[in-house]
């Protein structure tokens, strides 16, 4: 089609020279690739100008890194180039494809540079022992394993997981059930629900300081507990809520007289504090995914609950058999990006604890940037690199699976 | 819908027991949401009382709801205190604004320009382009974000608002929220401007942009909050306290300036306020946005 087209658009009328606008191409797309690729090779010192001895310096630091680069460049220039000199001799199809590459341009510019270029400098670095200041060293997967062997990491994906099973069961099932709630019309719908997002609103670094104020030994948790407590007549012993490090599992091992030794402290289940900080996700994060669920909400057919009820069933039977079963797909929506969420959790940490006590609130988040600012020690970029990866093929695979599981069951309805 | 509540009018015959029924199944509804909204409010009524207290009071075991005097001073002292070198709290007010408002408007720029090209141009590319954005949607944050300050530090962007400008400017998530919603409006009108002979840019500029003012209002919201309450990009690219936005400024105040915790809430209130206020008025903007994002996503 393309083909036919030029053939009788380009005798006809010699629109520009599309050799030349091919050229260009070309040079313009592989001059922005190469120019992203030097920015961010690694290199020693961290000081683009002046120029020239910063090139010399990106091609013999990070030679393959470069190497690679440039080989992107000529690919992508050459596609380009065959793309536009092939378009170009129709005049109404070019000024479109003008139009449309001067509208992409600033996206196209900013993604190349800080997603394409900075994920490859990391992807590459992962394999390298780097520290910025000297030349990055080719170790192989060696930060990887290294990743694998020290407790920290191990620890924080422990803690992580804990984090986002529980957070995202609790979440979904709270958020579904206010919007459940909210969704039928009543009196004051619209000021409930602009109230119930009010957590969602502010920022988490407010919500942090906010309940780390709350979580004091002479906060209002302690205080509201001691009351509840005491209606029982029992004495509530006040807990340092931030600075706890006992885990769910040794609490209740110690409850029944025994303990959980610190050799096996995998087993000790969350611990105090990181609950705590969990208790302050679910709080923040709720309204969002009531919100989504509300939206979802609206498209379920109402004729499904009036046929329900002229049938008989009652309001927990509509519940499971027509809400839950239409809402499949929001709520895969939800549960696929409360773990993408949590998975990656890291403000609460940097703010509340920095991964203490005992590294129970550790998270690979955190790690990455304690290495990568190197504010324990020495910088390890590459280190840090490898861990990110790491996290990012769990959240991949997380992905995945919840979509192979949760969609699995849509097909039947 | 309306759901769960007009069905069951069909099923049971209205007499004096089942509306009494009702009526006690309502007013339980309304307890149960006044409960919930109370514990979604608390934690701000709580500090915000505590921004009136005293150095003592606002630690003091057990605490009471009401300042025994409302210290206003705490506000004007926060607000007043030079912490060294022009940081103040004005003045991360204000950076905070600048990044918030600056990479609203610029998305909202960008995205749009974006998106009209991807739904409503044909060019060589798109579907490979279109692809590309949606698969680095999925790419963790943690993973660029870090690494990206090398980036930053070479380009002479770290401690300017750039860091956060610039990279802030485009969002595949809104470029793809607009080009969803830009399908969905007819073409009819930029059909007959092009007839007209208007230009593409003409169209966008003078059809296209005022047609998707909602959804535009949406993306300025979206973002607005989204760099207003961001943490991580600006801890790692506004290094000198003068640069810091409200975020990083209160995350270190404890620790970096001893401040009570009276003087800490009054700092969280100066972050929360404007945005609490700013969600009173286009909640619906937000909540739309939201369940956008939501369906789509």
Do not use: H
């Amino acid at each position: 089609m393309a083909a036919a087209d030029m053939r009788t658009t380009r005798p006809a009328v010699n629109r520009g020279r599309p050799w030349l606008a091919g050229l260009v191409a070309f040079l313009v797309t592989a001059f922005v690739i190469i120019a992203a690729t030097l920015i961010s090779a690694p290199t020693r010192g961290i000081k683009i100008f002046p120029l020239k001895p910063y090139i010399g310096e990106a091609v013999g630091s990070g030679r393959l890194f470069v190497l690679m680069g440039v080989l992107l460049a000529v690919l992508v220039g050459l596609l380009a180039a065959v793309m536009i000199s092939r378009n170009w001799g129709n005049q109404e199809r070019r000024q479109e494809m003008m139009t449309a590459y001067l509208f992409l341009s600033p996206y196209l510019l900013i993604t190349i540079v800080f997603t394409v270029g900075v994920l490859l400098f990391a992807l590459y670095i992962a394999f390298q022992q780097y520290d910025i200041f000297t030349a990055p060293k080719w170790v192989g997967l060696a930060n990887f394993a290294k990743a694998f062997k020290t407790k920290d990491f191990v620890q924080s994906l422990v803690n992580v997981l804990w984090y986002a099973l529980v957070v995202t069961i609790v979440q979904t099932s709270l958020a579904l059930l206010l919007a459940v709630q909210l969704n039928s019309r009543f009196g004051g719908r619209n000021f409930f629900r602009t109230i119930f997002y009010t957590p969602s609103v502010t920022s988490s670094v407010v919500i942090s300081m906010i309940f780390w104020w709350l979580y004091l030994k002479t906060g209002y948790l302690n205080f509201g507990l001691e009351k509840v407590f005491g209606l029982f007549g029992v004495t509530w012993a006040k807990v340092e809520w931030l600075n706890n490090p006992r885990g769910l599992f040794q609490l209740i091992a110690i409850a029944l007289g025994g303990n959980i030794s610190s050799d096996l402290w995998y087993l000790r289940g969350p611990s105090v504090t990181w609950m705590a900080i969990m208790f302050q996700n679910i709080f923040t994060t709720i309204p969002t995914f009531m919100l989504m669920f509300l939206a979802a909400l609206q498209d379920v057919p109402s004729s499904l609950y009036e046929a329900a009820s002229i049938d008989g069933a009652n309001g927990r039977q509509q519940f499971w058999k027509i809400t839950l079963p239409m809402l499949r797909p929001a709520v895969l929506l939800v549960v696929v990006l409360s773990t993408i969420g949590t998975l990656q959790i890291f403000d609460q940490v940097k703010i509340l604890t920095g991964g203490g006590p005992l590294g129970t609130t550790l998270t690979p988040v955190y790690l990455v940037y304690r290495e990568a600012i190197g504010t324990q020690g020495q910088i390890q970029m590459g280190y840090a690199s490898a861990m990110a990866f790491i996290l990012a093929i769990i959240i991949f695979v997380f992905t995945f699976l919840q979509r192979r599981f949760i969609e699995r069951g849509t097909e039947q309805y | 819908m309306a759901v769960t509540t007009a069905p069951r009018t069909l099923r049971m015959p209205s007499s004096e027991e089942a509306a009494r029924a009702r009526r006690i199944r309502t007013g339980l509804k309304y307890i149960f949401l006044a409960l919930i909204a109370l514990i979604a409010l608390a934690p701000f009524i709580l500090a915000f009382m505590g921004t009136f207290k005293t150095d003592a009071e606002i630690i003091a075991y057990p605490p009471k709801f009401l300042p025994a005097k409302w210290l206003v001073s705490n506000w004007a002292k926060t607000w007043g205190t030079d912490f060294g070198a022009g940081a103040t709290f004005p003045r991360w007010l204000a950076n905070t604004a600048v990044v918030s408002v600056g990479s609203a408007i610029l998305q909202v720029l960008c995205c749009s320009m974006a998106a009209y090209a991807f739904a409503r141009l044909r060019f060589p590319g798109k579907d490979g382009i279109f692809a590309f954005m949606l698969t680095s949607m999925m790419i963790p944050g943690a993973v660029t974000l870090i690494p990206a300050y090398v980036v930053m530090t070479k380009i002479g962007f770290v401690d300017t608002y750039w860091s956060l400008l610039v990279p802030g400017a485009i969002s595949a998530g809104n470029i793809f929220l607009l080009t969803q919603f830009l399908k969905a409006v007819p073409r009819e009108l930029e059909e007959a401007a092009y007839v007209d002979g208007a230009s593409r840019f003409r169209i966008y500029k003078d059809v296209v942009l005022p047609l998707s003012r909602p959804a535009l209002l949406t993306v300025f919201i979206l973002q607005f909050q989204g760099m207003w309450n961001a943490f991580m990009a600006p801890l790692l690219y506004l290094n000198t306290p003068k640069m810091w936005v409200l975020n990083v400024a209160i995350s270190t105040f404890q620790q970096q300036y001893k401040a009570a915790w009276n003087l800490t809430l009054v700092a969280a209130m100066f972050n929360a306020i404007p945005v609490l206020i700013l969600f009173a008025f286009f909640s619906r903007y937000y909540i739309e946005g939201i369940s956008y994002a939501g369906l789509k996503g």
